[in-house]
């Protein structure tokens, strides 16, 4: 069984900050990737910014600059801090690990439950 449990959410003014993390736990083998994701109502699930082991990083466009990906290996962890936040970044935010467990080889995707971030404007 493997966990991901976001925290950090909730509303915040246009141009504010918020620092979402989300720790991995459960029976982890090694954990290739992690990233978030968000889902504003009636529009699909998009990535907003992803890094792999390594500390590779990737953004989505609408992001770059305002938002910073990290992670701590040692715990498990990937925050993702939002500055300068826009009303347009108002979503759920959906944690994304992809890893392998202690059971098999096999790489596999999980995800959180979620956390509301508003901006108002």
């Known amino acids: 069984q493997v966990q991901l449990v976001e925290s950090g959410g909730g509303l915040v003014q246009a141009g504010g900050s918020l620092r979402l993390s989300c720790a991995a736990s459960?029976?982890?083998?090694?954990?290739?990737?992690m990233g978030w994701y968000r889902q504003a109502p009636g529009k699909q699930r998009e990535l907003v910014a992803g890094?792999?082991?390594?500390?590779?990083?990737n953004y989505a466009d609408s992001v770059k600059g305002r938002f910073t990906i990290s992670r701590d290996n040692a715990k498990n962890t990937v925050y993702l801090q939002m500055n300068s936040l826009k009303p347009e970044d108002t979503a759920v935010y959906y944690c994304?690990?992809?890893?392998?467990?202690?059971?098999?080889?096999?790489?596999?995707?999980?995800w959180g439950q979620g956390t509301q971030v508003t901006v108002s404007s």
């Open positions: 890094i792999a082991i390594g500390g590779t990083t």
């Open positions: 459960g029976s982890i083998r090694s954990i290739n990737a």
């Open positions: 994304n690990a992809l890893l392998r467990t202690t059971t098999g080889l096999a790489l596999l995707n999980y």
